[in-house]
């Protein structure tokens, strides 16, 4: 079956950087893009990126553009969002979702990563 | 990218149906026919519920229905069960090649 399995949860301070993965099984990760959503607590849920694992080509949101940067590793079917200088509003749930090749919707989410923000 | 908006909240008894409007722009909702709808329930991750504007994924109960007309897309959900509580959020692809979600409306079952 299919699953996308994320890195647990992380602190960190302002000003930093955060990595979170996202291992898919169950499917074949180079035919399926990976998109990154937040959810900050109590809000929507927010687009932030996408990423084609055969090119690793990339489109970022326009409001994040310049501090997201999304990657892949095909041999062990694992994309990864890192996000830098955080601010407390970064502060938020972090999900991958799949989207098969000619979809326009998530069908697969992660389970979700807490990032906390504190000083 | 602004968000697609949504009411705040919604709430029908059970057996009832409410139906929950999406509204867009000419350049995603309008643009296209690519609306999916979401539920999450508290502390989980969001689950497909309607894709393609109308679309049912399988194992989703053909209670839940969708449409779209001009740049407003909506979704139905009729004999409203306890189960059906949740937040759900509309979203759309749009003309910049990005995605972009609604503001998201809670359901409450009387």
């Known amino acids: 079956q299919v699953q996308l399995v994320q890195s647990g949860a992380e602190v960190k301070n302002p000003g930093a950087s955060v990595k979170i993965s996202c291992k898919g099984s169950?499917?074949?990760?180079?035919?399926?893009?990976l998109h990154w959503v937040r959810q900050a607590p109590g809000q929507r849920l927010e687009w932030m990126g996408w990423i084609n694992p055969v090119s690793g080509d990339t489109k970022y949101s326009q409001k994040l553009q310049g501090r997201v940067s999304i990657t892949r590793e095909t041999s062990t079917s694992t994309a990864y969002m890192e996000l830098s200088s955080l601010t407390f509003e970064d502060a938020a749930v972090y999900y991958c979702a799949r989207r098969v090749r000619g979809n326009y919707h998530f069908d697969f989410w992660g389970q979700g990563t807490l990032v906390t923000v504190s000083s | 990218q602004s968000a697609l908006t949504q009411p705040a909240s919604a709430s029908g008894s059970p057996g009832q149906s409410i139906t929950i409007s999406c509204t867009g722009t000419s350049s995603d909702v309008g643009a296209y026919n690519f609306v999916s709808w979401y539920q999450q329930h508290p502390g989980k991750a969001p689950k497909l519920m309607i894709y393609d504007v109308s679309n049912r994924p399988s194992g989703v109960s053909n209670r839940f229905s969708g449409s779209k007309s001009g740049n407003t897309a909506s979704l139905t959900i009729s004999g409203l069960q306890a189960e059906d509580e949740a937040d759900y959020y509309c979203?759309?692809?749009?003309?910049?090649?990005?995605?972009?979600f609604g503001g998201g409306t809670k359901l409450t079952v009387l």
């Open positions: 979203s759309s692809y749009t003309s910049s090649i990005t995605w972009v």
């Open positions: 169950g499917y074949t990760f180079t035919s399926n893009s």
